[in-house]
């Protein structure tokens, strides 16, 4: 079986993220970036996959240089390959635009059966990227996965959301996003992470993908950022110590607000 | 007048708030026209609470299939509207499942897709609140037809009489081979209190809660609030309360009109999620607490002292 796991590069949550004042992109400059936590999960499975059977793990990643780190710590992990789609050409795709270029390099990988991604990138958090790049390749999404199973030919999923939890199954070729429950990722071992090193890492242009410029990025998004705006600080309004009477301070202020 | 279309939110016919929301915004853009996909019979219950809150036009997409295919029914049924009506804005909530569907139909109807809208005017321009409101950004789609997510809480719902004509479409026959289909749905039933994201009062919980058991000091200050309960991240990891109920970075993010905090530092993930709430009270052992830097009103004190006592002022306030 053919698999190819889409991971990302993401802002750290817990540092300060900002947006670019040149062009109102996020500024991936300015913050440390890790593999997003949610596609170690998705590579996981990939590797469940193949240690059960027989298959080929692809990750593919679009980024900038420095999404190699996140490529290296799958491969690592113990994913075969890696496709990384590196052109500044894409900085600045809307999310639309973002799944046509994952689309056409998924084409690139050959015939595959089952992509996995992660339910939802901590950046961008369109939580949709599954759905969308089903839509254009015209395969089944089966999303927000707790559990993954595949064989004759059908991926099944237990989905959960917040919504609620259901069972959902369809036809391979067929698109997969996983959630946090799906499993706990390995850590590379250090027999994984010198292999890595030799493991094949193709990296593609946008006319390795058969796109044009003007298709991809800001130029070719379907969405424009007119402007943006820190929010202004909120400030503190009143700290009382307690001296007993906190809880009736409390509602006094919420009578105050006319909020009780 | 355009007509903008609605995708009504609803589990098994019992409407989310949500939907009147977006019928108050679409009214801002055009015409608004509620899209119910559901089993048949789920347009009859729901017509009454969308005519009053403004939809003209109230398409009724029923089939058995729509409860049994993830997200397709929705979508097809949008697209077919969309080449149709040629709407300026679809709208359609910012839940796990609408976001899939929003994205869905973007790329099916090659439209611009504005995600987690907090705010639109007459122009379409969008607002949106990111880095767990760190930042707002406008945006706007370049396309005839602008994909809309919308952010459960934004703004306050307006009654607005519409004529909520109904008028059934067709239902286009699935593609199996295209589709994911669905069994044993389980919707999540909130209990007595209302969802979180959709709850005007969130009484939430962190580590200084300390154990499962003392939530219940969270729970009985919420029930006489008529509010929802939240976690912090600290909270959950620490077994304290259940997953779904996170608020912050990596959960969920509320904006109600009265956040109230107990125990809680308030590390940057948590106030991610809840810092665009519109009053914030909290209260924290540690003067230092970063959270009283964005609380409207801290106490410095003990939550096992001070909440038991709100409680008990709520009470009198309210018999």
């Known amino acids: 079986m053919n698999i190819v796991v889409l991971i990302k590069q993401v802002p750290d949550t817990w540092s300060e993220r900002t947006l670019s004042d040149s062009d109102k992109t996020l500024d991936r400059a300015s913050s440390d970036a890790v593999l997003d936590e949610i596609n170690e999960r998705a590579v996981e499975e990939a590797l469940k996959i193949k240690e059960a059977g027989d298959a080929e793990v692809t990750v593919l990643t679009v980024g900038p240089d420095r999404a190699t780190d996140a490529i290296r710590k799958a491969l690592s992990m113990g994913a075969d390959k890696a496709v990384h789609v590196n052109d500044e050409a894409i900085h600045g795709s809307d999310a639309v635009t973002t799944a046509k270029v994952l689309a056409k390099a998924v084409g690139t990988v050959g015939d595959v059966d089952l992509v996995l991604a992660g339910n939802e990138a901590t950046d961008g958090r369109s939580g949709a990227m599954a759905g969308m790049l089903g839509e254009i390749l015209g395969w089944p999404s089966l999303t927000h996965a707790n559990s993954l199973t595949v064989e004759n030919g059908t991926a099944s999923v237990k989905r959960e959301t917040d919504e609620g939890t259901c069972d959902v199954t369809a036809s391979l070729p067929a698109v997969v996003s996983v959630g946090e429950k799906i499993n706990e990722p390995r850590y590379p071992s250090f027999k994984g992470i010198m292999a890595a090193k030799k493991k094949p890492v193709s990296a593609l242009g946008i006319s390795d993908l058969g796109l044009e410029a003007g298709e991809v990025g800001l130029a070719g998004s379907l969405v424009q950022v007119d402007s943006f705006a820190p929010r202004p600080p909120k400030s503190g309004g009143q700290k009382v110590e307690d001296e007993g009477d906190g809880g009736q301070k409390i509602a006094e202020f919420l009578v105050g607000q006319k909020l009780i | ?319």
């Open chain 2, 1 to 319: 007048m355009a007509e903008v279309l609605v995708l009504v939110d609803h589990v098994d016919g019992e409407i989310k708030k949500n939907t009147y929301e977006m019928l108050t915004a679409a009214r801002r853009l055009g015409e608004p026209a509620a899209v119910v996909v559901g089993t048949p019979g789920t347009a009859a219950k729901l017509a009454e609470g969308l005519a009053a809150h403004g939809a003209e036009k109230v398409y009724v997409a029923e089939s058995d299939d729509a409860v049994n295919y993830l997200s397709t029914p929705q979508v097809d049924a949008l697209a077919a509207l969309v080449e149709r009506v040629s709407p300026p804005a679809v709208l359609i909530a910012a839940g796990a499942d609408g976001r899939e569907v929003a994205g869905r139909l973007a790329v099916r109807t090659n439209s611009g897709w504005l995600n987690d809208l907090v705010e639109v005017d007459g122009q379409r321009e969008g607002t949106h609140s990111i880095f767990g409101g760190a930042f707002t950004v406008q945006s706007r789609a370049t396309t005839d037809t602008a994909v809309i997510s919308w952010r459960s809480g934004s703004i306050e719902i307006e009654e607005n009489a519409g004529a909520g004509t109904q008028e059934n479409v067709e239902v286009p026959a699935i593609d199996e081979a295209k589709s994911a289909k669905v069994s044993n749905r389980a919707p999540i039933v909130g209990g007595d209190r209302p969802e979180l994201t959709e709850a005007n009062v969130v009484v939430a919980g962190g580590r200084g809660v300390g154990s499962a058991d003392n939530f219940n000091v969270v729970e009985t200050l919420a029930d006489s609030l008529h509010a929802a309960v939240g976690a912090s991240r600290a909270a959950v990891d620490s077994g304290y309360y259940p997953n779904q109920f996170q608020v912050g970075q990596t959960g969920k993010t509320v904006s109600p009109q009265l956040y109230i905090a107990l125990g809680i530092s308030g590390a940057i993930q948590h106030r991610a999620g809840m810092q665009t709430s519109k009053t914030i009270v909290a209260v924290n052992k540690d003067p230092e607490a970063p959270i009283f830097e964005i609380a409207d009103f801290g106490v410095v004190g003990d939550l096992f002292s001070i909440s038991p006592q709100l409680t008990e002022e709520v009470g009198k306030r309210s018999s």
